[in-house]
């Protein structure tokens, strides 16, 4: 489980880290007492709603600390004309002429839906060091590949948008 992940990747977790310890679960262990004082808990469902929200906040800090201790720290400056990290990128399909915008992000941030693509899957890892008009052939398995242009670069860095994602 050796994520790549930036520095501020970390630094990204850190604080999630830290607002879950000192505010999240200061409100969580409130909501499991008041919860608790109500009564038999056999029938309470509000004491295990409770209960299963303190229970998810502290695997989501496990999970991060986990993340951070078995991280590989990469490096995310690339030159600016080369396809790299938080960079979005415009490429050209060469079988139907169509085209896409993809951002390069860590797999912490991928989010395909939002067109966040890792590092780590087969066309962020094809397209990676790739300057405008390289064309790049992306490797998807030994029975399937395709074929992009590149037809823009732009460093946009990261936005509110890319957020850590969850579990």
């Given at each position: 489980?050796?994520?790549?992940?930036?520095?501020?990747?970390?630094?990204?977790?850190?604080?999630?880290?830290?607002?879950?310890?000192?505010?999240?679960?200061?409100?969580?262990?409130?909501?499991?007492?008041?919860?608790?004082?109500?009564?038999?808990?056999?029938?309470?469902?509000?004491y295990y709603a409770a209960k299963k929200a303190k229970n998810q906040n502290?695997?989501?800090?496990?999970?991060?600390?986990?993340?951070?201790?078995?991280?590989?720290?990469?490096?995310?400056?690339?030159?600016?004309?080369?396809?790299?990290?938080?960079?979005?990128?415009?490429?050209?399909?060469?079988?139907?002429?169509?085209?896409?915008?993809?951002?390069?992000?860590?797999?912490?941030?991928?989010?395909s839906l939002k067109g966040l693509i890792s590092i780590e899957s087969p066309?962020?890892?094809?397209?990676?060091?790739?300057?405008?008009?390289?064309?790049?052939?992306?490797?998807?398995?030994?029975?399937?590949?395709?074929?992009?242009?590149?037809?823009?670069?732009?460093?946009?860095?990261?936005?509110?948008?890319?957020?850590?994602?969850?579990?």
């Open positions: 489980m050796h994520n790549e992940l930036t520095r501020k990747d970390i630094q990204d977790m850190e604080a999630e880290i830290e607002h879950r310890k000192v505010v999240v679960r200061k409100e969580l262990l409130e909501h499991v007492k008041e919860a608790r004082a109500q009564g038999d808990l056999s029938e309470n469902f509000e502290e695997s989501r800090i496990r999970f991060l600390e986990r993340m951070i201790k078995t991280a590989t720290v990469i490096d995310d400056d690339t030159k600016e004309d080369q396809v790299g990290m938080n960079k979005t990128v415009v490429v050209k399909l060469d079988e139907d002429n169509s085209e896409e915008t993809y951002k390069i992000v860590t797999t912490m941030r991928q989010n066309l962020g890892k094809q397209l990676l060091g790739h300057k405008v008009g390289d064309h790049v052939t992306i490797k998807v398995s030994d029975d399937f590949s395709y074929g992009v242009t590149i037809i823009n670069i732009e460093n946009t860095g990261l936005t509110d948008e890319d957020k850590i994602r969850d579990f």
